[in-house]
C-alpha cells in the first residue's frame, strides 16, 4: 500500500519550493481578493492592540486617578473596538473561503479536464481508487491549508511583531523576561509536534490502508467474490484489526494535543506570576519610577497575546508539510503529458462530409508498460531507497534491449550508479499488430476473427484513437486520424461494446447520451428499429424509468438493444463493433440480430464477429493471428483456402452450424 506520504519521502524535499510556487500561483486569479485579506488581517491586528493598551491608561489615568468622564470615554473604546475588529474579522474569512473555495474549484476543474483528456492507457494502467482519490481526497485535504493557513500564519505573525513592539514600548525588562523564557517554550512545542505529525502519518496511512480494504470487499465484485470463497471471517479479523489500529491512533493523537494545550496553559500561568514579582518588586523597592499598576496589567495582558500565536505558528508548519504532499500528488497529475490531442488546426470532419472509408496503412502497435517520464522520478528515487516496485503506476520501467551490463547490475543488487539499473527488467513486450493493412469501403462490412489474444479490440482501438499507431497509419476517407479533430471523430464513429455501460438515470436520458437535441419520434423510432421500444413500454416508468449501476437490472441482452439504439440515434458514419461472446437464447438473439440490421445499414462498420450472421454478411473477413492480418476474403473463398479460418470456423460453428441453420436461416 503507498501512501502518500511514502511517495514525498521518495521524492524528497527539494520539490518543496518548486511545489510552494506553484500553489502561490493557484492564487493569481485573487490576488485583489489576497490584497483585501492582508488588509484585514493588519488592521484587525493593530486593533487588537488597543485594548491592552488602553489597560494602562485606565488603571493610571482614570481610576487611580478618580476621573470618571475619563473613564467612560475608554470604556467606550474599549466596547467599540472588539465590536469592529469582529466584524472585520467576518468579512475577512467570507473572503478567505470565497478565496480558498475558487482554488479549490479551480483545482478540480483542472484535475477533472485535464483526466478526461487521458488516453485510455491512463485509465488501464491506474487503480480507479487511486484516481478517484486525487480528484476528491487530496484535493479536499489541502482545503484547510488554501483557506486557513496561509491566512493564519500571515496573522500570527503580524501579531507575534505588533505584539512584542507594544510590550517593547511598555517595559523592555519585562518583555525580556517574558521572552527569555521563550525558548523552553519552543523546544516544547517542537517536541510535540514532532510526536504529533509521526503520529499523523501513521493514522493516515492506516485510514488509507482501510479505504482501499472497504473499496476492494464492499464493491458487488469483491462481495463476490469473498462470499463464494467463504472468507467473510479473514476480512472481517483484517477490517477489525487495522480499525483497532486506527482508533488507538486516533486516541494518542488526541492525548498529545491534549498535553500539547496542557503546556501551553502552563506557561500562561507560569509567566504572569514572574512578571508579576520582577515588576511588583520594582514598585514595592522603587527602583523603577515608570513602573504602575496599570503597566503590569497591560504587560500581562499583552503577554498572553503572544504565545498562542507562536505554539500555532509551529503546528502550522506540520499542517504545511503534509499538504505540500498532497499538493505533490495533484501535480504529479495535471502534469502528466496528453499523449492523444488534437494537432493545431486539426481537421473538422461532419458525419455529412464524411463517406466513411476506412484504411489501415501498415500498422503497428505495442501496449506500453510504463507511463511517461513525468511520473519517472518516483521509480528512481523507489530504487534508491529499496522499494519493492509493487507499486502499480510506477512499477515497471523498461530498459533499452542493450543495455544488459546494466541489467545484470540491478539484478544483483541496486548498487545506485546507474539510474536505469534500478527495477526489474520486463521482457521487451512483444508487438501486438503488426503490419496491419486493409480497406474497408463506404457502407461495407468488414469482420474480425481470430483467437483470444489475437489483437482484435486493439485494431478497432486505433481508429477512434483511443490508442495512436506506433507506425503505419489510420485513414479515414484518406485522412490520417491523426489530422482529424478529436471531437469530429467522436462524431463520426459510434462505438457497441460487448459491455453496454449504461449511466444511473433514466431509459430516455441514457438515449439522448447520444444525442441531446433528438426529438421524442426519433429516440422511439431508435428502439423501435434495435427492437427494445416495447420492452422499454413495459417497464414500470416506460421511457422514465431508472436504469445503469443501481437502476433497474436490465438482461444482457436488453441492455445491448438499448446501446444499438443508442448508436442509432447517434447516426455515425463508421460503425465499430464488438460483438458479446456470452450466448444468449434463441429469442434474445433473434432480436439482437434484427436490432444490428439497421445499425449497420449505410455504415462502414468494422465487427469484432462473434456471431455467424455477422461473418456470413461480411464483404470482407480478416483474420488475426498474433497481432497480423493472416488471411483475408469472404467466408467462401476462406473456407475453400482451407488455412486458420477454415479451422476456426468449423471449430466454432461446426456443431452450431445444424441449429443455425434451422433457427436463422
Ligand atoms: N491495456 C493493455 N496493456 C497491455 N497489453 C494489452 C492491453 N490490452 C490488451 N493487451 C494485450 O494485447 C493483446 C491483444 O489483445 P486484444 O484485446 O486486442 O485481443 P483480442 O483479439 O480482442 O482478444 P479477445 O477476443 O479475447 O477479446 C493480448 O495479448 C493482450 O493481453
Redesign the pocket.
Known amino acids: 500500500m503507498s501512501s502518500y506520504l511514502e511517495e514525498q519521502k521518495l521524492r524528497g524535499r527539494k520539490t518543496d519550493a518548486r511545489t510552494v510556487r506553484r500553489v502561490v500561483e493557484a492564487f493569481k486569479p485573487y490576488k485583489w481578493q489576497v490584497v483585501l485579506v492582508l488588509i484585514a488581517i493588519i488592521v484587525t491586528t493593530v486593533l487588537g492592540l488597543i485594548n491592552p493598551l488602553l489597560i494602562e491608561r485606565v488603571f493610571d489615568d482614570a481610576i487611580l486617578k478618580k476621573n470618571m468622564p475619563l473613564l467612560i470615554i475608554y470604556v467606550s473604546i474599549m466596547i467599540i473596538t472588539p465590536i469592529i475588529t469582529g466584524l472585520i474579522g467576518v468579512w475577512q474569512s467570507y473572503l478567505n473561503n470565497i478565496i480558498g473555495q475558487r482554488v479549490m474549484r479551480d483545482f478540480r476543474n483542472r484535475l477533472y479536464q485535464h483526466l478526461q483528456n487521458m488516453s ?2 491512463f485509465f ?2 491506474t487503480r480507479t481508487g487511486e484516481i478517484q482519490s486525487r480528484l476528491s481526497n487530496d484535493v479536499n485535504g489541502v482545503q484547510s491549508v488554501v483557506t486557513n493557513t496561509a491566512t493564519s500564519i500571515v496573522s500570527n505573525i503580524s501579531t507575534v511583531v505588533s505584539t512584542i513592539i507594544a510590550m517593547l514600548l511598555l517595559s523592555p525588562i519585562l518583555t525580556l523576561i517574558s521572552l527569555g523564557l521563550l525558548p523552553l517554550f519552543l523546544w516544547i512545542t517542537v517536541k510535540v509536534g514532532g510526536i504529533r505529525r509521526i503520529t499523523s502519518k501513521e493514522t493516515q496511512q492506516t485510514m488509507a490502508s482501510m479505504t482501499a480494504m472497504m473499496q476492494e470487499t464492499l464493491s458487488v465484485s469483491g462481495i463476490l467474490l469473498m462470499k463464494t470463497f467463504g472468507r467473510q471471517k479473514y476480512a472481517q479479523e483484517l477490517f477489525e484489526k487495522e480499525n483497532q489500529k486506527l482508533t488507538d491512533l486516533e486516541v494518542r493523537q488526541q492525548m498529545i494535543g491534549r498535553w500539547f494545550f496542557m503546556s501551553i496553559n502552563i506557561f500562561f500561568s507560569i509567566i504572569p506570576a514572574v512578571v508579576y514579582l520582577v515588576a511588583g518588586a520594582q514598585i514595592i523597592s522603587h527602583s523603577d519610577p515608570f513602573m504602575t499598576f496599570g503597566k503590569i496589567v497591560a504587560f500581562t495582558t499583552l503577554q498572553s497575546r503572544i504565545f498562542f500565536p507562536i505554539g500555532q505558528l509551529l503546528s502550522i508548519q506540520v499542517d504545511v508539510q503534509g499538504s505540500l504532499a498532497l499538493f505533490d500528488r495533484i501535480f504529479e497529475y495535471l502534469d502528466i503529458p496528453i499523449e492523444i490531442k488534437d494537432k493545431p488546426n486539426a481537421l473538422r470532419l461532419t458525419t455529412d462530409q464524411s463517406r466513411g472509408r476506412v484504411t489501415f496503412n501498415n500498422v503497428s502497435f505495442t ?1 506500453k ?1 510504463d507511463l511517461p517520464d513525468i511520473l519517472i522520478p518516483l521509480p528512481e528515487a523507489a530504487a534508491k531507497n529499496g522499494s519493492n516496485g509493487k507499486r502499480g503506476l510506477f512499477s515497471l520501467r523498461r530498459l533499452p534491449t542493450d543495455n544488459g551490463a546494466a541489467a545484470e547490475e540491478s539484478k544483483n543488487g541496486h548498487n545506485g550508479k546507474s539510474s536505469a539499473a534500478v527495477l526489474e527488467v520486463p521482457e521487451e ?2 508487438q ?1 499488430l503488426r503490419n496491419v493493412s486493409f480497406e474497408i469501403q463506404p457502407g461495407q462490412l468488414a469482420a ?1 476473427v ?10 478497432t ?1 486505433m481508429v477512434p484513437r483511443l490508442y495512436d499507431v506506433d507506425e503505419g497509419s489510420v485513414e479515414i476517407d484518406s485522412h490520417n486520424v491523426k489530422d482529424i479533430a478529436l471531437a469530429s471523430l467522436g462524431e463520426l464513429i459510434g462505438v457497441v461494446t460487448q459491455e453496454t455501460y449504461l449511466l444511473h438515470s433514466s431509459v430516455r436520458d441514457n438515449l439522448l447520451y447520444a444525442r441531446a437535441d433528438a426529438t421524442e419520434e426519433e429516440m422511439i423510432a431508435a428502439t423501435k428499429a434495435a427492437a427494445i421500444h416495447d420492452r422499454i413500454m413495459e417497464l414500470s416508468d416506460g421511457y422514465d424509468t431508472i436504469v445503469g449501476e443501481r437502476g433497474y437490472r436490465l438482461s444482457g441482452g436488453e441492455k445491448q438493444r438499448i446501446a444499438i439504439a443508442r448508436v442509432i440515434l447517434k447516426n455515425p458514419r463508421i460503425l465499430i463493433l464488438d460483438e458479446a ?1 456470452s450466448a444468449l437464447d434463441t429469442h434474445s438473439e433473434r432480436l439482437i440480430q434484427a436490432a444490428l440490421e439497421p445499425l449497420m445499414k449505410g455504415r462502414t462498420t468494422l465487427a ?1 464477429a462473434h456471431r455467424l450472421s455477422t461473418i456470413l454478411s461480411a464483404d470482407i473477413i480478416l483474420v ?1 493471428d498474433k ?1 497480423e492480418i493472416v488471411e483475408r476474403g469472404t467466408h467462401e473463398e476462406l473456407l475453400t483456402a482451407g488455412g486458420m479460418y477454415a479451422r476456426l470456423y468449423n471449430e466454432q460453428f461446426g456443431k452450431a452450424i445444424l441449429d443455425e441453420e434451422e433457427t436463422i436461416v
Open positions: 485510455l492507457r488501464t494502467a501496449y508498460k513486450p512483444r501486438t474480425l481470430g483467437p483470444s489474444g489475437a489483437g482484435k479490440t486493439t485494431i482501438y461472446t469484432i488475426v497481432g
